[in-house]
């Protein structure tokens, strides 16, 4: 079932309720998540970046590979984007940069799959 499919199942009083209290970024992801039903997201808070009193969520990098793009030209998958959080950008994000691929411009950027972070020997300090 698609994104959108999915949307129109839920009453959309229900999922503003679902929504109220949850943080800016998890919003920005639960939103994405449904609306163009991502092979990878990730949405990086960078408030700490900036200006902005501690704990902000208020500037974000968004990085969104669907295959709802193909096709699209990006000032095309900017806008989508933005309709989808046009609440948020009117209200709660200051600044917003998007990085929107299909599943073959990021396979083309990345060289396959994204690499997963190096390991900090977290678990070797516990033995």
């Known amino acids: 079932m698609t994104g959108m499919a999915f949307l129109h199942l839920i009453r959309k009083d229900k999922i503003d309720e679902g929504w109220a209290g949850m943080s800016v970024k998890d919003l920005i992801e639960s939103k994405l998540t449904?609306?163009?039903?991502?092979?990878?997201?990730?949405?990086?808070?960078?408030?700490?970046n900036?200006?902005?009193?501690?704990?902000?969520?208020?500037?974000?990098?968004?990085?969104?590979?669907?295959?709802?793009?193909?096709g699209e030209r990006l000032l095309?998958?900017?806008k989508r984007v933005n309709r989808v959080l046009a609440e948020e950008l009117e209200n709660q994000?200051?600044?917003l940069a998007l990085h929107t691929y299909t599943a073959s411009e990021w396979q083309e950027k990345q060289g396959g799959e994204p690499?997963?972070?190096?390991?900090?020997?977290?678990s070797a300090d516990a033995q």
Not at 34 to 48: C, K, W
Not at 50 to 70: C, W
Not at 115 to 122: L, N, T
């Open 34 to 48: 449904i609306d163009f039903n991502p092979r990878h997201l990730q949405v990086v808070n960078e408030s700490g």
């Open 50 to 70: 900036h200006n902005v009193p501690d704990g902000s969520e208020s500037h974000f990098k968004v990085v969104l590979v669907s295959d709802d793009f193909e």
């Open 76 to 78: 095309q998958r900017h």
């Open 93 to 95: 994000i200051h600044a």
């Open 115 to 122: 690499m997963s972070p190096p390991c900090k020997g977290g």
